[in-house]
């Protein structure tokens, strides 16, 4: 799967998480509001990225891998604080953390070519 459409899904799973999140009590709508922010994010720069000029594709692909720390970041804190379940962030986190790694590597390719 080319990474157009796993940010894409990645951003899917997100919605959908923060869904889930708004309904509930507390401090979960909050903390989802900045993870749907960050997940939705990067998939739009991936997007934005392609087709544009080289300036341009680095910006957005480096935007892209911010997201996807930020992603990882808003979902650890979710589950450290006990705010929503593991089994449902184990996968989304590694999604995460991967997409950064990805999109890092693309970055720093595309500087080098």
């Known amino acids: 799967m080319d990474i157009k459409h796993r940010s894409f899904d990645f951003s899917l799973d997100i919605v959908q998480l923060c869904q889930g999140l708004q309904e ?8 989802a509001l900045s993870l749907l922010r960050a997940g939705t994010a990067l998939a739009l720069q991936v997007e934005e990225a392609h087709g544009s000029q080289k300036s341009d594709f680095i910006a957005h692909m480096q935007a892209a891998a911010t ?14 604080a006990n705010l ?7 996968a989304l986190l590694d999604e995460a ?8 590597s693309i970055v ?3 500087r080098q070519g």
């Open 24 to 31: 509930q009590p507390g401090l979960r709508p909050t903390l």
């Open 108 to 110: 720093k390719t595309a």
């Open 97 to 104: 953390q991967q997409l950064a790694a990805i999109l890092s």
């Open 67 to 80: 997201a996807a720390r930020e992603s990882h970041y808003w979902l650890h804190l979710l589950l450290a």
């Open 84 to 90: 929503a379940a593991g089994d449902e962030l184990d």
